[in-house]
């Protein structure tokens, strides 16, 4: 299955929480001190928030996929349009293990595209975000 993944930034967590319960009708599938993420099935979607990174908002929107072999088939497509994708694999991020793929469409929004393939109890890595910004190369994980 793919599904559709929206990270949003936030500066109140708790009121975000509540937001998005009374939105979605559900508590949050994964819910930590700085975190929380709904795994919806109608519409198929991904739904974080955080308190890590930029401003509040939008942070990147993404898809997820079930196998490794899905990631891969989307990530050649990017490379074979000649269209920008850095992997970024084996990675801890958003207390989940992944493999990913970080991309920017012609007007700058940043795609994520992972498979995710154990959890973590640990937040994780950041991607850089001044490279997010910038377009010199999307996305990049911190060192």
Not at 51 to 64: K, M, N, P, R
Request: charged content about 25%; glycine content about 6%.
């Amino acid at each position: 299955m793919k599904r559709l993944h929206i990270h949003l930034k936030t500066q109140d967590l708790e009121t975000s929480i509540a937001y998005y319960e009374a939105l979605f009708g559900e508590a949050p599938t994964v819910r930590e001190d700085d975190y929380a993420k709904w795994l919806i099935d109608e519409p198929a979607a991904n739904i974080s928030l955080s308190t890590h990174g930029g401003d509040a908002g939008i942070d990147h929107v993404g898809l997820s996929f079930d196998t490794e072999a899905d990631l891969e088939t989307v990530a050649d497509r990017l490379t074979a349009a000649n269209l920008p994708s850095t992997p970024e694999k084996n990675t801890t991020c958003c207390y989940a293990q992944s493999n990913k793929y970080w991309s920017r469409d012609p007007q700058g929004a940043i795609w994520e595209l992972f498979q995710t393939f154990g959890e973590s109890e640990n937040y994780g890595a950041e991607p850089d975000r001044v490279l997010m910004q910038t377009g010199n190369s999307c996305c990049a994980p911190q060192n």
